[in-house]
């Protein structure tokens, strides 16, 4: 409960807010661009965290 909002949280709540009106709007063009990107997004997130989730499982 003590987490705190920081830039990237907030990023990417505005992100999902704007890909849920922009569904609901029928701007699918503009959906389709803003889900690319919220995707793209946090994956570079997850990529500068190391969040790989086979790091564990070696071969």
């Known amino acids: 409960m003590g987490?705190?909002?920081?830039?990237e949280k907030i990023?990417?709540?505005g992100l999902v807010a704007a890909l849920i009106a922009a569904i609901f709007l029928g701007m699918n063009e503009l959906a389709m661009s803003i889900a690319?990107?919220?995707v793209g997004y946090m994956g570079g997130k997850a990529e500068k965290r190391g969040g790989d989730i086979n790091d564990n499982h070696s071969n």
Request: charged content about 20%; hydrophobic content about 35%.
């Open 3 to 7: 987490e705190k909002l920081n830039t």
């Open 11 to 13: 990023v990417g709540i």
């Open 36 to 38: 690319s990107g919220l």
